[in-house]
């Protein structure tokens, strides 16, 4: 056999359905190794039935290990009939559509065609080695994603969810529950949930018409609600009892709470050419009154030329330049010599804290590797534009004052009046969260709020690359 859809004719096939229905599904699978598996797994190279795609390697890194683990004995038959679970995991991978993945990614697209094969002895190694393939591959997509982030962008990437692929279909064949613990394997996200409605939702919208309510095809709209899925399987299990979220393409943030909003607001995101990056991290303090330590970057494409143009730039917009050492000393900007790039690299400019303050008066910091934080900002006016992508990364929140209230709401010493005068006061100061709150930066173009469908434009185009278009 040359792939996987041979193996789904024999799993449907009325020969092996009869056998089962006789006395073959409560045989236990033979104590004796398999010779074939066991020179299966002994190879490096993974055999055709493993599917293809980048992750091949990984899936036949765990079959190896599942057969490894059971002494390379036969999983799915006793050599000689196939057992209830082979029928139990056809039935699962047959409704792989309702969770946004394709059932014929993993062998049943010609599921039907040859109803009258009966089950070959000689051939149950490689039927076995097919079905585990098929329940792996599948197994990892649900946790995964059929799709790789990376693939999206080079600096994207996943919170892997941790699973024991191996073992859990070991349980999953000791107690008979297939398709129950591929279910398990699903995000369990209300979100999650709300979409996969949404997709069943606008299936039967298919034979209605062919666009939604908005002149959006409908096919399109199943796949963008299939890619969102995808992409929910690329966080962790367990989000928390609360945290924040900010979905950039609806340029939103929420603070939930036992799976609700509790807070929600507007936000500015990153411009199309330096977006805000997706990510899972966790804020650690506040910044009242905050210096902007101005990127490099920045520095380069703008500051210096508006520098050399104008040389009352600096004061004009309350801009220092200081020592890059740690004692972050003032220097006198006109003694150095901006074209000695040396002298350049040993100093970094700051803007003071104060109204004018491009990250206005309040910061909120999680460290991450890509140096973003949420920040208050002195042009609210962007606020009320629909589209909200004009950052160099960082992410503007709209009601600053209301998102430390609620990131200090168990410091009672924190009260409005105190948090009002640390914001004005003119003189930066750090306040450390007593317990690290987590922050997801995520990007999801659909979503069910309040029983309904809602989307977004793809405004970074991952859409369209996770589609393959």
């Known amino acids: 056999m040359t792939n996987n859809t041979s193996i789904w004719r024999l799993i449907v096939a009325a020969g092996a359905v009869a056998a089962l229905a006789s006395s073959a599904c409560t045989r236990s699978a033979p104590e004796v190794p398999s010779p074939a598996i066991a020179a299966a797994i002994e190879s490096r190279t993974p055999p055709a039935a ?32 196939l057992g209830r679970q082979a029928q139990a995991l056809a039935r699962a991978v047959h409704a792989a559509d309702a969770e946004g993945l394709d059932p ?13 094969e009966r089950f070959d002895a000689a051939r149950a190694a490689d039927i076995d080695l097919q079905l585990t393939s098929a329940y792996l591959a599948y197994a990892w997509d649900l946790v995964h994603g059929s799709t790789r982030p990376e693939d999206l962008d080079p600096q994207w990437h996943p919170s892997p969810r941790e699973v024991d692929f191996p073992g859990t279909l070991q349980h999953a064949l000791d107690d008979d529950r297939v398709e129950d613990s591929l279910r398990r394997l699903a995000p369990a996200s209300p979100q999650y949930q709300g979409l996969k409605n949404e997709l069943q939702q606008y299936r039967a919208m298919a034979s209605k018409g062919d666009t939604d309510d908005r002149g959006v095809r409908i096919s399109d709209r199943i796949r963008q609600i299939a890619v969102n ?20 393409p609806a340029f939103r943030l929420d603070a939930i709470e036992d799976g609700r909003s509790a807070l929600d607001m507007k936000v500015v995101v990153g411009k199309k050419d330096n977006p805000t990056p997706v990510l899972a991290d966790e804020m650690k303090s506040v910044v009242f009154s905050p210096y902007w330590n101005i990127p490099p970057d920045i520095v380069e494409k703008e500051t210096l030329p508006h520098v050399l143009r104008d040389a009352a730039y600096l004061d004009k917009n309350n801009i220092e330049v200081v020592r890059a050492s740690t004692d972050a000393e003032p220097v006198d900007v006109r003694s150095i010599d901006w074209n000695d790039a040396d002298a350049a690299s040993k100093v970094r400019f700051r803007q003071k804290p104060g109204a004018g303050n491009s990250l206005g008066l309040v910061k909120f910091l999680f460290p991450n590797h890509f140096n973003v934080y949420l920040h208050d900002t002195p042009a609210h ?38 948090i009002e005068e640390a914001m004005h006061a003119g003189t930066e100061r750090a306040v450390a969260l007593k317990t690290p709150l987590p922050v997801y930066l995520v990007y ?21 690359r996770q589609a393959g278009r």
């Not at 999801?444 to 369209?464: K, L, M, P």
Request: aromatic fraction near 14%.
């Open 229 to 248: 899925m995808d992409r929910w399987r690329w966080l962790p299990t367990d989000l928390g009892s609360r945290y924040l979220i900010v979905n950039i």
């Open 50 to 81: 493993v599917p293809r795609g980048p992750r091949r390697p990984q899936i036949w890194q765990e079959e190896r290990r599942f057969y490894e683990q059971r002494g390379s004995r036969l999983a799915w038959s006793d050599g000689h009939r």
């Open 381 to 418: 006016s962007l606020f009320n534009r629909i589209e909200r992508d004009f950052s160099h990364g960082c992410v503007r929140v709209e009601r600053p004052l209301d998102l430390a209230k609620y990131v200090l709401r168990d410091q009672p010493a924190w009260t409005e009046e105190k």
């Open 104 to 116: 014929a990614r993993y062998g049943v697209d010609a599921a039907d065609r040859m109803r009258d």
């Open 444 to 464: 999801f173009t659909a979503w069910e709020e309040n029983g309904q469908a809602q989307f977004a434009d793809d405004v970074y185009g991952f859409d369209r």
